[in-house]
């Protein structure tokens, strides 16, 4: 059983975020580890949501974060994008301190562990997550990436890496080519990082969401054995990290 609710928080801008929270109902622990799930293209939905539930029957604190900002609901491709191509341009600093203030968000729930933190994302968010890793912040054990975008921030310096890394790809993804999955091992090994590249025969991109196939969108579907063998490595790769 688990508690949920939803989490209003600001990031140092002044805009307000609506995170979706999720916990376990009987808390064993006084300190639990805590985990954000970061969302795709199309703002935080049912299935962000449902993966924060099922973290929360696993014994962790989840948040199913809004990277756009509260009240934001999806009327078209469009209007996603628009939201999204700005976030992504650049050196990804607007997009850097709403990812902070979501793990601060969550960091600072009285019964999360700050030194045990972990993200999980989704497309975009899949970017979003790695970006935690890359910028270092603090309590950041573990990041996950499902079909998510691998390029580097421009510019940047590429210093170690403190969090491990776990990374799910579509062997058949058209959205992610061959030579920017090569520039990710060029980076991560330049950053030694402790990093996992899993490639899924077959799968394409978004092959973690069930409605994959009804979004309309080119190379985009649904991969069942993929889905379920990626959360599988994820939770254990969270035992591990979370020891």
Known sequence: AFSQKSLEYKDDSGKTFEGFLCYPYNLKSPKLSGVLVLH????CTEFEKGRAE???????????ADVYGKGFKATSKEECFGILKP????DRAELAGRLLAARNALATIDFVDQTKIGAIGYCFGGLCALDM???????????????????????AALDSIDASLQVHNGQ???HIPKEQIAGFYEEMNER???????????????????????MGLPGLAY??????RSWKMTLGFFEERFA
């Open 40 to 43: 795709a293209f199309q703002g």
């Open 54 to 64: 099922e973290l929360a029957k696993q014994g962790y604190v989840a948040l199913a």
């Open 87 to 90: 976030l992504i341009d650049g």
């Open 133 to 155: 890793a890359r910028r270092r912040v603090s309590g950041l054990r573990a990041a996950v990436s499902y079909h998510g975008t691998l390029k580097p921030i421009p510019d």
């Open 172 to 174: 058949a993804d058209a």
């Open 192 to 214: 030694k990082a402790d990093y996992q590249f899993v490639e899924h025969g077959f799968a394409v991109h978004g092959f973690t969401e069930p409605d994959a196939d009804a």
């Open 223 to 228: 991969h069942k054995k993929a889905a379920e």
